[in-house]
């Protein structure tokens, strides 16, 4: 059940695009501003306390639900597309692909043509993402690089900082959010369509994956990020070049995610269709085809010279962590994630804005 409460808002924080940190009666509270427009000292608001009340690490926030200070709110959009359909929150982020949309004025576009040959690498965490968007700059200047933010998490994009900070690193030049998950440069109805969307904005290779707040349990089917079976074999069916990234770890105290995290090894046994999976070196590459040939299924690893992610994050000014340890101390995850960034680092160049030249 949800719990909410009336407070004011005693000071202002930060803001940017999308997000207002701000304290309500001396607790943490953000803003999401495409919804509920930006915060002043004294105003009165309405807070869901539900996460905090229940001690959870969701956002570190209170969220607020609406100003009551003001009277009204009018934010319209440019089309006529819902995110968060059906709630009260529901509003218009203007999809890129719709015939009101914001790439109609330059439409109609071919998605397959547009996504032909593109390299998509999958993750499973988002802290991974940023990271593995960092390495495969640092191996490539040249890499433009898009994240694709599906709903598997957080459906605000501006709720993350470390997202922010890539940006403004220059480590993601694109950003796109699909179905329900807004606040993307792109916005979009389907995972292909949001590919497509940022490489006729110019991106030449994309990282998929979810916002903050990945969901897991013991169960192997229970898990947020399943969600990537689906985005990944929809994607090499319409033509892109698709990849998985690990989740590997050398440092968590967890048996299902020591070593071949078992979210990895349950998409590698459901993926219908055939995927690479970039290893680091023989021993990552026999536990991916251990559990390929044991479920039957196609794809297959790839070794490939990991770059040093530790490295790169650190040349960016990125402070990544993950699951409460600093990613540079786990190094099972980092050669996993360097891996990954030098197959895509490598296949960037043959993509160069809405053309592939592989």
């Given at each position: 059940?949800a719990?909410?409460?009336?407070?004011?808002?005693t000071?202002?924080?930060?803001?940017r695009?999308?997000?207002?940190?701000?304290?309500?009666d001396?607790?943490?509270?953000?803003a999401?501003?495409?919804?509920?427009?930006?915060?002043?000292?004294?105003?009165?608001?309405?807070?869901?306390?539900?996460?905090?009340d229940?001690?959870l690490?969701?956002?570190?926030?209170?969220?607020?639900?609406w100003?009551?200070?003001?009277?009204?709110?009018?934010?319209?959009?440019?089309?006529?597309?819902?995110?968060?359909?059906y709630?009260?929150v529901?509003?218009?982020a203007?999809?890129?692909?719709?015939?009101d949309?914001?790439?109609?004025?330059?439409?109609?576009?071919?998605?397959?043509?547009?996504?032909?040959?593109?390299?998509?690498?999958?993750?499973?965490?988002?802290?991974?993402a940023?990271?593995?968007?960092?390495?495969?700059?640092?191996?490539?200047?040249?890499a433009?690089v898009?994240f694709?933010?599906?709903e598997?998490?957080?459906?605000?994009?501006?709720?993350?900082?470390?997202?922010a900070?890539?940006?403004?690193?220059?480590?993601?030049?694109?950003?796109a959010?699909?179905?329900?998950?807004?606040?993307?440069?792109?916005?979009?109805?389907t995972t292909?369509?949001?590919?497509?969307g940022?490489?006729?904005?110019?991106?030449n290779?994309?990282?998929?994956?979810p916002?903050?707040?990945?969901?897991?349990?013991?169960?192997?089917?229970?898990?947020?990020?399943l969600?990537?079976?689906?985005?990944?074999?929809?994607?090499?069916?319409?033509?892109?070049r698709?990849?998985?990234?690990?989740?590997?770890?050398s440092?968590?105290?967890?048996?299902?995610h020591?070593?071949?995290?078992?979210?990895?090894?349950?998409?590698?046994?459901?993926?219908?269709?055939?995927?690479?999976?970039?290893?680091?070196?023989?021993?990552?590459?026999a536990?991916?085809?251990?559990?390929?040939?044991?479920a039957g299924?196609?794809?297959?690893?790839v070794?490939?010279?990991?770059v040093?992610?530790?490295?790169?994050c650190?040349?960016?000014?990125?402070?990544?962590?993950?699951?409460?340890?600093?990613l540079?101390?786990?190094?099972?995850?980092?050669?996993?994630?360097?891996a990954?960034?030098?197959?895509?680092?490598?296949?960037?160049?043959?993509?160069?804005?809405?053309?592939?030249?592989?």
């Amino acid at each position: 059940m949800a719990s909410f409460r009336t407070g004011v808002v005693t000071e202002l924080i930060s803001l940017r695009p999308g997000m207002q940190r701000v304290m309500v009666d001396g607790r943490p509270a953000y803003a999401l501003t495409q919804i509920v427009g930006e915060l002043a000292l004294a105003d009165r608001v309405v807070v869901n306390t539900t996460a905090l009340d229940r001690g959870l690490g969701t956002g570190g926030s209170d969220v607020v639900h609406w100003n009551l200070s003001r009277d009204s709110l009018s934010l319209p959009g440019p089309g006529h597309v819902m995110s968060v359909r059906y709630t009260s929150v529901q509003h218009d982020a203007g999809t890129w692909d719709t015939d009101d949309g914001p790439g109609a004025a330059d439409g109609p576009h071919d998605t397959r043509s547009l996504v032909h040959g593109v390299p998509v690498v999958g993750c499973v965490l988002h802290s991974h993402a940023m990271a593995l968007c960092a390495a495969i700059c640092a191996a490539q200047p040249t890499a433009r690089v898009a994240f694709v933010m599906n709903e598997a998490g957080a459906l605000p994009l501006a709720l993350s900082d470390l997202l922010a900070a890539s940006v403004e690193a220059g480590t993601v030049s694109v950003t796109a959010s699909v179905g329900q998950a807004f606040g993307g440069a792109v916005e979009a109805v389907t995972t292909p369509s949001a590919v497509a969307g940022c490489v006729h904005a110019g991106a030449n290779v994309v990282v998929l994956g979810p916002g903050p707040g990945h969901v897991g349990t013991a169960d192997p089917l229970a898990f947020s990020g399943l969600s990537l079976v689906g985005d990944l074999d929809l994607l090499r069916a319409v033509g892109c070049r698709t990849a998985l990234a690990l989740r590997w770890s050398s440092a968590d105290l967890r048996d299902r995610h020591r070593g071949l995290s078992h979210h990895s090894a349950t998409l590698l046994e459901l993926m219908a269709r055939d995927h690479e999976v970039p290893v680091p070196d023989a021993d990552f590459a026999a536990a991916v085809e251990a559990v390929v040939a044991s479920a039957g299924a196609g794809s297959s690893p790839v070794i490939s010279d990991p770059v040093d992610v530790a490295a790169a994050c650190s040349a960016f000014g990125l402070e990544v962590s993950t699951m409460g340890r600093a990613l540079a101390d786990d190094r099972g995850a980092l050669s996993a994630i360097g891996a990954a960034a030098r197959w895509a680092a490598g296949l960037s160049s043959k993509v160069s804005g809405s053309t592939y030249n592989g």
